[in-house]
């Protein structure tokens, strides 16, 4: 049973969606949304890259607004679509100033959309491309926990920026050995899914310096709006919910994670 639905908090400090994908977001005219997406006091809005066909809409997105931010990248559903012209074509726009993280890639062992030797492939290539480009890298990684350390370990001395693991779903195994390699977790509404202990105790261990907030919508919307598109206006929850997990004030909470995705996405103006 959800949450009686109540008003979305806002924050004196400004917030950092980290996370989500607007071109999207499909229940209410986008205009609206990011109007809403400011009226919470969501400073800055990163919208995430996942396909070859989205590469050229995350880019324009993040031409229309000072404030919206974007990432290229292919995600591990995907893996077979990338090929070296795909390729060249990150490359080519990694260095562009809005264009402030590597991603989101991956691997997905869930859904298993793509071979997954090609999977790690894919990642390679482009973990090398964040080298080369001296940007983070978001990561998508779902029941493919050792893999994603194995190829990560591969690339500790040569990544010179590490980025986030987004969503994090994975086990202590991982968030250790990311948190340890200075890499950042990314957490959303699925924090506040009543089935979701799991998550939570990653938090617990979490220290508050390495957590990033996003939203990953238009999924994974939080209690007490679950059955509606999420949206990053729904932000504020949560923070709202990382707090009470950790025993912080929510505030302090807003403060910190505001000061990680600065320094974790250092393009962020």
Known sequence: MSKKKRDIPVFEHPLIETHCHLDYL???????ILAETQRVNVERVITIAVSPDNLAPVRELA????????TQGIHPHDAELYTDDVEAEIRQ??????????GEIG???????????????VFRRQLQLACDADLPVVIHSRDADDDTIAILQEFEQSLPRRGVIHSFTSGPGLA???????????FNGIATFNKAENVRDIIRMTPVEQILL?????FLTPVPYRGKENAPFYIPFV???VA?????????????????SRRTFYRLQ
Do not use: F, M
């Not at 004030?249 to 000061?259: C, F, N, P, W």
């Open 26 to 32: 499909k229940e209410r005219p986008l205009a609206e």
């Open 63 to 70: 031409q229309s607004a000072s404030w919206i931010y974007g």
């Open 93 to 102: 726009h990694c260095s562009h100033a809005k264009i402030v993280a590597v």
């Open 107 to 121: 691997l997905d062992y869930y859904y298993d959309n793509a071979d997954r030797a090609v999977q790690r492939d």
């Open 176 to 186: 250790r050995y990311a948190l340890d390699q200075g890499w950042c977790l990314g």
């Open 214 to 218: 996003e939203t990953d919508a238009p």
């Open 239 to 241: 923070a709202e919910k």
């Open 244 to 260: 009470e997990v950790k025993a912080l004030e929510v505030a302090d909470v807003v403060r910190q994670t505001y000061q990680n």
